[in-house]
């Protein structure tokens, strides 16, 4: 079983920076692919942005260049760095996990542990 508990959101200035982590207990995090989603009102959940392999990294079109996802496997946490934020990107972020399989999967179903969110809310 991993936990997964995630922190740092909260009100971000369009434009400006925020940074969410995740830290996991339960398991080391380093043998297993570690994602962010998000969720907007009335939308779906949907990935934004992955880790897994030590180094590959994935994000969405919607985010890239504006997010990194980076990993402490020593202090077991993965952190997202949301840089340029948009009003758009107002949402629940949810770090999930699932076992690394040597491919990322972007779909919610195929991960096995989640967060309970943070929220995230971008003014203009």
């Known amino acids: 079983q991993v936990q997964l508990v995630e922190s740092g959101g909260g009100l971000g200035q369009a434009g400006g920076s925020l940074r969410l982590s995740c830290a996991a207990s339960?398991?080391?995090?380093?043998?297993?692919?570690m994602s962010w989603f998000r969720q907007a009102p009335g939308k779906e959940r949907e990935f934004v942005a992955g880790?897994?392999?030590?180094?590959?990294?994935y994000y969405v079109d919607s985010v890239k260049g504006r997010f990194t996802v980076s990993r402490d496997n020593g202090v077991n946490t993965v952190s997202l760095q949301m840089n340029s934020l948009k009003p758009e990107d107002t949402a629940v972020y949810y770090c999930?996990?699932?076992?690394?399989?040597?491919?990322?999967?972007?779909?919610?179903?195929?991960?096995?542990?989640w967060g309970q969110g943070t929220q995230v809310t971008v003014s203009s």
């Open positions: 880790r897994w392999s030590r180094d590959n990294t």
């Open positions: 339960g398991r080391t995090i380093s043998s297993y692919a």
């Open positions: 999930a996990a699932r076992p690394d399989s040597g491919f990322l999967r972007t779909a919610t179903s195929s991960y096995d542990y």
